[in-house]
């Protein structure tokens, strides 16, 4: 697997007017979102819904990646084509998440670390040949009283950077995601000091166990005041707080960097990687567009129900996301577009 593969890989996801859709929660995850909509809590339910997202026409306009994970990469359509193949086809290449979640850090109360590095070359060989071309690793990080603590941040860096090595050993692209979470009630400037902090922490790991920059894309999350905080941020000052982090912390040689949404309202999502495109193109070294989860499905899940009679109404809700995610990755998303 030469590393011009990992290249051209990256280059396609980080093409012009597309992004990554994240549709890898794990089951207790995308349980706890079917229960909230009375949706039952089985295979065959999440089955149905992925296929729902997968089949949505016209998807492949505007991504260009797609995270599955375990379950899901082993599911087929009704017919019998399997999800790999109908991403392929789609122009969509499949990507896989490899961490095995976020399990509490001994020691460190309230901290966490993310686990699944035992195995993992094995497990990254085998989703290779079934056709993944990306993986994703997600570490936690909490703002609170006293946290993030350093050793939550280097332990969990020390992860993300040998779970990153082995993917390009491996020939997958790593997606690097430390995510500062949105819970609590910290102010914007407190967010973009932690952030700084995870990625400085996250670069030096990664330097150190020798990943290639350029062969990886990171996730990280906005740079937001928390969601219990009594200011809360307008979208210009999230954008320019969040990009002036990023431009602190993560080297030039990356060549994508690719959001989270972290339960941000879905419009918001858009408006801020849109304000970000706008006020920062001519400044920033790397591709700027999305990866999110939440921002571009709930609203179709919303819909859905999990009711076959709602289909197309909810792949039509997952279609305008995605189309004003990719405006955003444009920066050419405005709120008129909410009313089409
Ligand atoms: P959200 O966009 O819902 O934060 O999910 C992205 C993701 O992949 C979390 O790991």
Same mark, same amino acid.
């Given at each position: 697997?030469?590393e011009?593969?990992?290249?051209?890989?990256?280059?396609?996801?980080?093409?012009a007017?597309?992004?990554v859709?994240a549709m890898?929660?794990? #089951?207790?995850?995308?349980?706890?979102?079917?229960?909230?909509?009375?949706?039952?809590l089985?295979?065959?339910a999440?089955?149905?819904?992925? &296929?729902?997202i997968? #089949?949505?026409p016209g998807?492949g &306009?505007?991504? =260009?990646?797609?995270?599955? +994970?375990?379950?899901?990469i082993?599911?087929?359509?009704?017919?019998?084509t399997?999800f790999?193949?109908l !991403?392929?086809?789609? *122009?969509?290449?499949? *990507?896989?998440?490899?961490?095995?979640g976020?399990?509490?850090?001994?020691?460190? %109360?309230?901290?966490?670390?993310?686990?699944?590095?035992?195995?993992?070359?094995?497990? !990254?060989?085998?989703?290779?040949?079934?056709?993944?071309?990306?993986?994703?690793?997600?570490?936690?990080i @909490?703002?609170g009283q006293g946290?993030p603590?350093?050793g939550?941040?280097?332990?969990?860096?020390?992860?993300l950077?040998?779970?990153?090595?082995?993917c390009?050993e491996t020939?997958?692209v790593p997606?690097?995601?430390p995510e500062?979470?949105m819970?609590g009630?910290h102010?914007?400037e407190?967010c973009?000091c932690?952030?700084e902090?995870?990625?400085h922490?996250?670069? *030096?790991?990664l +330097?150190?166990? %020798?990943?290639?920059?350029?062969k990886?894309i990171?996730?990280p999350?906005?740079?937001?005041?928390?969601?219990?905080?009594?200011?809360?941020?307008?979208?210009?000052e999230v954008?320019?707080?969040? /990009?002036?982090?990023? !431009?602190r912390a993560?080297?030039?040689a /990356?060549?994508g960097?690719a959001? !989270? =949404?972290?339960g941000?309202?879905?419009?918001?999502?858009s408006?801020?990687?849109?304000?970000m495109?706008v006020?920062?193109? @001519?400044r920033?070294?790397?591709?700027?567009?999305f =990866? +999110?989860?939440?921002?571009?499905?709930?609203p179709?899940?919303?819909?859905?129900?999990?009711?076959?009679?709602?289909?197309?109404f909810?792949?039509?809700?997952?279609?305008?996301?995605?189309?004003?995610?990719?405006?955003? %990755?444009?920066?050419e998303y405005?709120?008129e577009?909410e009313?089409?």
């Amino acid at each position: 697997m030469g590393e011009n593969d990992l290249a051209a890989t990256i280059c396609t996801m980080m093409q012009a007017g597309k992004g990554v859709l994240a549709m890898d929660e794990s #089951t207790p995850t995308c349980n706890k979102r079917f229960a909230a909509l009375g949706i039952p809590l089985t295979v065959d339910a999440r089955r149905a819904w992925r &296929e729902l997202i997968l #089949t949505t026409p016209g998807l492949g &306009e505007f991504i =260009s990646g797609a995270i599955l +994970y375990d379950e899901t990469i082993r599911q087929s359509k009704n017919d019998g084509t399997s999800f790999v193949k109908l !991403l392929t086809d789609a *122009g969509i290449i499949p *990507g896989i998440k490899v961490d095995a979640g976020a399990k509490d850090l001994s020691g460190h %109360r309230g901290e966490k670390i993310t686990e699944g590095l035992d195995g993992l070359r094995e497990r !990254l060989l085998e989703y290779r040949q079934m056709g993944a071309r990306f993986a994703k690793w997600r570490a936690v990080i @909490t703002i609170g009283q006293g946290i993030p603590t350093i050793g939550c941040l280097e332990a969990n860096a020390n992860a993300l950077a040998r779970y990153a090595a082995l993917c390009q050993e491996t020939g997958l692209v790593p997606i690097v995601e430390p995510e500062v979470l949105m819970d609590g009630d910290h102010t914007l400037e407190e967010c973009a000091c932690v952030t700084e902090a995870a990625l400085h922490a996250v670069f *030096g790991q990664l +330097y150190r166990q %020798r990943v290639v920059f350029e062969k990886m894309i990171l996730k990280p999350n906005m740079v937001l005041p928390g969601k219990n905080c009594p200011t809360q941020a307008g979208v210009e000052e999230v954008a320019d707080a969040t /990009v002036s982090c990023l !431009l602190r912390a993560v080297p030039g040689a /990356v060549p994508g960097v690719a959001f !989270l =949404s972290g339960g941000q309202e879905a419009e918001l999502a858009s408006a801020r990687l849109n304000a970000m495109n706008v006020r920062w193109r @001519t400044r920033m070294p790397w591709v700027l567009t999305f =990866s +999110y989860s939440r921002a571009i499905q709930q609203p179709a899940l919303d819909a859905w129900k999990g009711e076959q009679a709602n289909q197309a109404f909810a792949q039509k809700a997952l279609y305008h996301r995605a189309r004003c995610c990719s405006m955003a %990755r444009r920066g050419e998303y405005s709120s008129e577009m909410e009313k089409t």
